[in-house]
Structure formats: structure tokens, C-alpha cells
């Protein structure tokens, strides 16, 4: 298979005397590089050492420097047609000096008014032609640095911690210079990359990675120095090398950004006698990130008193279920480099459990609540050692919180403690090895919570939340068969208090009164559990895919404080198969057939989720795409409808998803999404999203993402009540029909003034309604079956006000109205400029609107823009970082 592998790539990468012809009548002056294979099979590169200054970066390749400087050029298709000579020319050049390295790349266009050079913010690239200059400066043939430049001059900086192309950290951000220069052949493109800016082993003689890739969305051509195959997972292991870097050592860098923000908050007259939403409410903040240099492998970064202002704000939802929602991350700190912590187990680490809103009650006729923890200040440490061992560790301090209250009738004010100070701290350590770039690693967390004496808050939190996992990635046959495992365990203690909330939450629902095994105990201290999973998948191959996965949890399991699990207790099995082709057509340029079957059960084998899913996606000759599924979802025994109470049974049912999108290199850009549902219960979902992008003008980017749903949902959970039925264990569990309604969309605008400076808009009227009918209590544990009330000798009188008042088994109680109709309007408008490398000014102008009916018709295109007119705050921001490099 290597020496198969050997000769396809000496087949491909050997460019025809015809193209080199070619090359060098567009441009007599270039300077032929054989750059043949070396005797391991890679292509080499070679990078000319220069004088400090001899490089003005300007775009332009006017320097004696570049004429004397060995140039690769021996490019081949990736897209549209694998391995075939490019359209157009290009070669690229590399020069350092003592303080950086760069970067010379003229890219030829037989016709260059077809150049699409839109101007947009940092790491945008879409419809954009750019060039990406990928180096492994470890050498591990595992990790990489992506650095590109669009035609406009926009950058894009990009981290790959693994061996996967497809797979990279869009958050990771350089300090680095480049400039562009379109002319009537073609463009150009010159590239700065301080010394500072790179990891890097201490060598006299250094040997880089390297791979150059060339995007033209006029023409659908991807262009590739070294190609990966379509049907390979791989990235780093497949470079060539970069030589003749030498007498380069690592510095030790210091960074400083310190910020100065100030902030106003408006509040409008719907505020009303609200003594914290009076006026406007102003104030100012200072804080600073430090970046440090520990050798040349390691760096500290750190945050104190952050501040992320100018953070787009999460998308308005109203959530029914038993589960929270796992928002995104999108604070800078914690987006760069979060790869590292991820150890291919979803429970271990979430990020936005620091800094998260707290949960400590405060009740009064006003109530001024934090929406978040104040986060005093983090540090994480990263890096590779020279032994391929990568290292992350990050520790977080956040502030006990308070929530302010007013009364009315008595004129006072009070604060109320709602969230204990805290520490959280995470360790990473992987370890690579053998041919294939496998690896194996270590994962522990850590939280711990100050309490006062006699805290009330101590029965609401746990003091000490610890959890550790291993893990280990085994590539078999150059990475084409992979074995993924994790495995580990939780352990955490607080009061009794604390630990029965843990197992009355959602994720163990101990206190179920059909739940005859590790039932609730009020008497715990702590809490115990582990976790296991395994993965083995074909990843490579020309036609036929498939993997087998299983997850176990143990009753006990529990990592909420710094991670989400919606529930423990869990037995997941599941395999695929997929057939693909990845050779063009006539009608496809490629498609793939995928059959999925799974199964979620506890660990005695009662069914919480079940499917059997067939997919089909296509992409046609024209490079539009179609996606289609068919989903039979299995009957299951829910433990969670019932909010802690018996089992309920949940039918069988169909769902049919559908999707249709043009091409994603078009200067339109168009999907749409289709969904409908049906169970046997009577549930329903009817759904239809899309998104729309277009480009007005090279400056402007606009697009939009209209939803828009229809949901019946027959178990809908309304209450638990006592004085139930014996079937029923005592305890009434109130269910409805509810018919739901969304309409929203998430409106953006990208204004680039420059590469650097941009102004960005984002905006969603969102509105939601949901009415309440046939309410009833459940029949029996493990059925489906409800007793609906007004029937069977109970009766129901809906009251004005909208709630009701049920009789049954002599006994009489009221349900509240909760019909809602719900409308929100967030948005954010930012400023963004870099006013000298490293330093960006910030202006941003937030709103969050809301109000809430009871009201249950359907909403419509007019409720969404009426979220307009709702009530909330304004947020005014100006901030400033300034970078300070020290050395």
C-alpha cells in the first residue's frame, strides 16, 4: 500500500514539460524549480535567508529578493478534476530574515476581471479567491499553522490540531502583516510572519511542513501543491518539506493587551417604577491579556477582569423541555484553542460553565439578577514539546454574586447573595506516537466553590466537583481505519441538600417511584460515577465507509459543573454505513448513500431513543447539493417526560428531512431546509428553514435566515400534582396537547470599510406562541394512555382569565393559563478596527427586547417585526485593546 501510495503521488505531482513551457512565456523571468519528490516521497521547498529589511511588503514582489529565491510551481487540481494541470500558473516563493519569514506568491488569471475579491472581516473567505500557506513547524506531521490572504488583502489564520483537512480552529488568531496586488494579469501577494508569532523547535537547520493551496470560486479550481485525495482523511501527514531555515532561534515573547472600556445602558419608559431601570446606568472597566513565552514550545496566555462586550449575543428560543440548551461558545478567551480540551467525549468539558448565569434564588416586587458570574481573571498554558506531547491547562477564578432587591410597599432595598465564589481548573496532556500520528491522553477538571458559614447556597451547588478521563486514538493503514476510545470517571460532594438536588435533577431523576435501583437517598454527601466509549470507523477508502460506536454512563455519572449531560444512566449503541463516489459524472460530481441505526437505552435495557435513518446526499454536475433522510424513530420509554415521576411510553413515528443549496463558491449563495414529523401519539413538526447570502457591492455582505415552525406536541408536561390515582403512585402528572408556533430570522450585514476596519450587524426579531388544550393526567406508569379531563366523571371549567379548574376523584384544583405568545429582538452592532497590528477599537450598540402574552394563537411575519417595538435595554460599549509587545 506505501509503495502504491509513493508511485500515485510521483504520477501526480510531476507537472508535464508543456505547463513548465508555459510558465515560464506568461512570465520569462521566473526561475525553474525541478522540486522533485525526495527520496521519502515529499516534495521539497527551499526559503533564502535575506537581510533585515530587504523586504518592503507592499504586494508587489519588486525586490531583488524574489528573483533569486527558489519557487515551487509544480501545482496540480484538487477540484474540479483531481490531478489535473491548473488552469492558470502560480508560484510561490519563500525569504526570512533574522526577526520573521515570508511569504512571495504570484497567482496568474487569464482573465483577471474574473478575480473575486470582495473585501470582508478577518477569516472570511466566501466567494473570495485566496491563497493558503499551511506549515507544520513542529514537524510532528500531525498539527499545522494556516495562514492565507485573499485577493482584497483580507487574512485568515487557522489552527489544525489534527490530521484532518477538514477540521481546524477558525479562532486562532496571529499577529502578521500581508499585502495585495491585482493587476491585469493576475494578483499577487506578500506575506510577514514574525519569528514571535510561531512554535517551533530549537534546531541550527530547520525542516517545516509545508503545503500551498489556491481557491478560485470564479472557475470552481482548487489548486494544491501536494494533493490529499478526496477519499483520504489526512492533512499534516501528507506535506512536503520546507528547507534552508537555519540559525533561527525562538524567542522568548511577551505580549501585553490591556483594554479600556466604557459602557452606558439606556433603559426605555416601559421600565415603569423598576428602580433599577431607571435612566441611563454608566460605568467603566479596565483589564488586560498577557501573553508569555516559556521557551519555545510553551506559552501562558491570560485574562484579568475580562471584558467581551462586543460578543454577539446567544439566539432567543423558548425551551419546554426538561434540558437546557448547549449554546455556543464566543468568547475570544475560551474559543482559541478549545480543541485542546477536547478529548472526543461530549461530558467532560463546556467552556461556558465559567462565568455561567447563577442559580441562588432572589424574590421580591423588583429584582436587578445578574445575567452571568463576574470572571476575575483566567490563564491557561499550551503547547508541544519537542517529544510530540501537547500540554493544555487552564484555571478560572469567578466572583461570589449578588442580586439586588426592592419592595415596593415598604420602600427598601437589599442584596441577596446567589452564586458563591468559585475555581475551576482543567488539565490536558497527549501523547503522539508510532507511524500513523495515533495518540493517547489524559483529561482531568476540577471545581471548587467557597461557602460561608451556614451558606444557604451550599444546598444549592457543590463544593467539590472533580472528574478525570484517558483517551486514545489508534490509526491503523496510513489513518484509513481508526479506533477512538475514552473512559473515565466523576466524583463530587457537597450537603445532603446539594446532593439530593443532583439526583433530582434531569439527568438522574432518582426520586422516580418506579425505579427500583439506586434510588434517591437524602442522606449522600457524594456522588460517584464513570463513563466509557469506543469508536471504530473506516474514515478512507474509494466507495465504502462505515463505523460502530457505544457510550455507557453510570447511574451516578455527573459532570454538570463544568460540563453538560443531559442524562446518566445510558447504554448508546450505534453503526453505519456509507457508499460513496467521489469521482465526477456526467449527472454527480459525487455522492454518498448512508444507512445509521442507534439505540439509547439505560443500563437495563429500557429504550430512551431509538432510529433507523437512511440518507442520501448529492452533489450534481452543476456543484448544487441535495440531502435527503428518512428517519423511523422508535417507540421508547421516556424517564424524563414525566419530570421525575413514573415511566412514560412515547410511539413510533416518521420524520423526512430534505435540503437543496446552489454552490457554495457563488456570489448568491442559497439553501433551503425542509422537515415533517409524525408520531403515533399524535405529535407533528412542520418546519422550513433557509439562508440567503449575497454580495451587493465588494464592500457590502448581506444575509439573511428565516424559520419557520409548526409543532403539535400531545405530552406536553405541565405540572405534578398530589392526590393522585394508586396507579399513579398518588401523584397526578398533568400533561397537554400544545400547538406551537416560530417565526424569527437572523439578519447580518458586513460592512468592510478596509481589511482591517468593519462594521458588522446582527439582528433577530424572533416570536413564539404556544397554546395549552386537553389537559390530563397520566393513565398508568410505562403507557401512553392519558385521562383527559372533562371526561370519566372529571370535569374542567376554563375561568376568564384563562386558567382552569379541574375536578376529579373528588378532589378540585386549578391550572394556571399558560398560553404564551413571546417576542424578542436581539441585535448587535459592532465596530471593528485594527488600528495598528495586534490593537482593535471596538464600538458597540447591543439591544435585547422582550414581552410576553398570554396569548396563544399562531404568530406570523408581522409578530416577528413587532418584536421591534417590545420593551428592553440598550447597551452602549467603546473599547480599545492595545497591543504592547515586550520582546
Not at 513548465?20 to 525526495?38: D, H, T
Not at 448565569?357 to 483566567?378: E, F, K, W
Not at 398570554?854 to 497591543?883: C, E, H, Q
Request: aromatic content about 10%; overall charge neutral; hydrophobic content about 40%.
Amino acid at each position: 500500500m506505501t509503495r502504491a501510495f509513493f508511485l500515485t503521488c510521483a504520477l501526480l505531482f510531476c507537472p508535464p514539460a508543456a505547463r513548465a513551457a508555459s510558465a515560464q512565456a506568461q512570465n520569462p523571468a521566473a526561475i525553474p524549480a525541478p522540486n522533485l519528490p525526495a527520496p521519502g516521497g515529499r516534495k521539497q521547498a527551499t526559503a533564502t535567508r535575506v537581510e533585515g529589511g530587504a523586504i518592503r511588503v507592499d504586494g508587489r514582489l519588486d525586490e531583488t529578493v524574489w528573483g533569486r529565491s527558489s519557487a515551487i510551481s509544480d501545482f496540480v487540481q484538487k477540484e474540479p478534476e483531481q490531478g489535473a494541470v491548473p488552469t492558470d500558473d502560480m508560484e510561490v516563493r519563500f525569504a526570512y530574515d533574522d526577526g520573521a519569514f515570508y511569504v512571495g506568491a504570484r497567482m496568474w488569471a487569464r482573465n483577471a476581471k474574473e478575480i473575486q475579491a470582495p473585501l470582508g472581516r478577518r477569516d472570511n473567505t466566501d466567494q473570495a479567491e485566496h491563497i493558503l500557506i499551511a506549515l507544520d513547524t513542529f514537524l510532528d506531521r500531525r498539527t499545522s499553522v494556516v495562514l492565507g490572504v485573499t485577493a482584497a488583502g483580507v487574512r485568515v489564520d487557522r489552527y489544525h490540531g489534527t490530521d484532518n483537512e477538514d477540521s481546524f480552529d477558525t479562532t486562532f488568531d496571529l499577529v502578521w502583516g500581508a499585502r495585495t496586488s491585482i493587476d491585469d494579469s493576475g494578483w499577487s501577494v506578500e506575506i510577514w510572519i514574525p519569528f514571535t508569532q510561531l512554535r517551533f523547535n530549537p534546531e541550527d537547520a530547520l525542516t517545516w511542513g509545508l503545503n500551498v493551496q489556491r481557491f478560485r470560486p470564479s472557475i470552481n479550481e482548487e489548486d494544491t501543491w501536494v494533493l490529499i485525495p478526496r477519499t483520504v482523511r489526512a492533512w499534516s501527514s501528507r506535506f512536503g518539506d520546507l528547507q534552508g531555515v537555519s540559525d533561527v532561534r525562538p524567542t522568548r515573547r511577551i505580549e501585553l493587551l490591556p483594554y479600556v472600556a466604557g459602557t452606558s445602558t439606556v433603559y426605555g419608559e416601559a421600565a415603569g417604577r423598576n428602580p433599577f431601570l431607571q435612566g441611563a446606568n454608566a460605568g467603566a472597566r479596565v483589564g488586560a491579556d498577557v501573553k508569555v513565552g516559556l521557551g519555545p514550545n510553551l506559552t501562558i496566555d491570560a485574562t484579568i477582569n475580562p471584558d467581551f462586550g462586543q460578543v454577539e449575543a446567544d439566539p432567543a428560543e423558548v425551551n419546554l423541555t426538561a434540558f437546557e440548551t448547549r449554546f455556543t461558545e464566543r468568547r475570544p478567551f475560551f474559543l482559541e484553542g478549545s480543541s485542546l480540551f477536547n478529548i472526543g467525549h461530549p461530558n467532560f468539558y463546556y467552556s461556558r460553565r465559567i462565568g455561567t448565569r447563577p442559580i441562588g434564588p432572589a424574590q421580591g416586587d423588583y429584582v436587578d439578577y445578574p445575567s452571568a458570574t463576574t470572571i476575575l481573571g483566567a490563564a491557561k498554558l499550551t503547547g508541544r514539546l519537542p517529544s510530540k506531547t501537547s500540554l493544555a491547562f487552564l484555571g478560572a477564578a469567578t466572583a461570589g454574586e449578588s442580586a439586588d432587591v426592592a419592595s415596593e410597599s415598604l420602600g427598601t432595598e437589599e442584596s441577596v447573595r446567589v452564586a458563591p465564589r468559585a475555581y475551576y481548573g482543567v488539565a490536558r496532556v497527549l501523547q503522539e506516537f508510532g507511524a500513523n500520528a495515533s495518540t493517547a491522553g489524559l483529561f482531568a477538571s476540577l471545581v471548587h466553590r467557597d461557602f460561608e458559614n451556614a451558606d444557604p447556597l451550599a444546598d444549592l451547588y457543590a463544593r467539590n466537583a472533580v472528574a478525570f478521563a484517558g483517551n486514545t486514538l489508534l490509526r491503523f493503514a496510513g489513518g484509513q481505519y481508526e479506533f477512538r476510545a475514552a473512559a473515565g470517571g466523576s466524583y463530587i460532594d457537597g450537603t445532603e441538600h446539594a446532593m439530593e438536588r443532583v439526583q433530582r435533577s434531569s439527568a438522574h431523576f432518582a426520586q422516580r417511584p418506579d425505579r427500583d435501583y439506586s434510588r434517591l437517598d437524602p442522606t449522600l454527601t457524594s456522588l460517584a460515577g464513570w463513563t466509557a466509549q469506543a469508536n471504530f470507523d473506516r474514515t478512507g477508502g474509494r466507495h465504502w465507509l462505515w463505523g460502530v460506536s457505544t457510550k455507557l454512563d453510570s447511574v451516578n455519572f455527573e459532570t454538570n459543573d463544568l460540563a453538560i449531560l443531559n442524562g446518566a444512566d445510558g447504554l448508546l449503541v450505534s453503526g453505519s454505513l456509507t457508499y460513496r463516489e467521489t469521482q465526477p459524472g456526467r449527472v454527480f460530481r459525487g455522492y454518498a448513500f448512508t444507512f445509521n441505526v442507534s439505540n439509547d437505552s439505560t443500563l437495563r435495557w429500557l429504550r430512551q431513543d431509538g432510529s433507523i435513518r437512511t440518507q442520501a446526499n448529492l452533489t450534481w454536475a452543476n456543484f448544487w447539493t441535495t440531502n435527503v433522510s428518512v428517519i423511523r424513530n422508535q417507540p421508547q420509554l421516556s424517564v424524563s417526560l414525566t419530570r421525575g415521576g413514573p415511566l412514560m411510553a412515547r410511539g413510533p413515528g416518521w420524520t423526512t428531512q430534505v435540503s437543496v443549496g446552489n454552490r457554495t463558491a457563488s456570489q448568491t449563495r442559497v439553501t433551503l431546509n425542509g422537515t415533517i414529523s409524525r408520531n403515533d401519539d399524535g405529535a407533528s413538526v412542520k418546519r422550513i428553514s433557509g439562508a440567503v447570502s449575497f454580495r451587493p457591492g465588494p464592500r457590502w455582505q448581506l444575509s439573511a435566515e428565516p424559520f419557520f415552525d409548526r409543532v403539535t406536541e400531545p405530552q406536553q408536561y405541565v405540572a405534578t400534582l398530589a392526590g393522585g390515582r394508586p396507579e399513579t403512585y398518588g401523584t397526578r402528572y398533568v400533561f397537554a396537547f400544545i400547538d406551537r408556533s416560530t417565526i424569527s430570522s437572523k439578519f447580518r450585514m458586513g460592512l468592510t470599510v478596509k481589511p482591517d476596519m468593519n462594521i458588522d450587524v446582527y439582528a433577530e426579531p424572533f416570536a413564539a406562541s404556544g397554546r395549552y388544550y386537553d389537559y390530563g393526567e397520566l393513565w398508568a406508569p410505562r403507557s401512553r394512555q392519558r385521562l383527559i379531563y372533562g371526561t370519566e366523571g372529571t370535569t374542567m371549567v376554563v375561568n376568564p382569565d384563562g386558567s382552569q379548574t379541574v375536578t376529579a376523584d373528588g378532589a378540585a384544583f386549578t391550572l394556571p393559563n399558560r398560553d404564551f405568545n413571546t417576542l424578542s429582538f436581539r441585535s448587535n452592532v459592532v465596530l471593528r478596527w485594527e488600528w495598528r497590528p495586534g490593537s482593535t477599537l471596538f464600538v458597540v450598540w447591543q439591544q435585547s427586547l422582550g414581552s410576553t402574552e398570554s396569548i396563544g394563537d399562531y404568530v406570523g411575519v408581522r409578530d416577528m417585526f413587532r418584536s421591534l417595538t417590545a420593551p428592553g435595554p440598550n447597551l452602549f460599549v467603546v473599547k480599545t485593546t492595545f497591543w504592547l509587545p515586550i520582546r
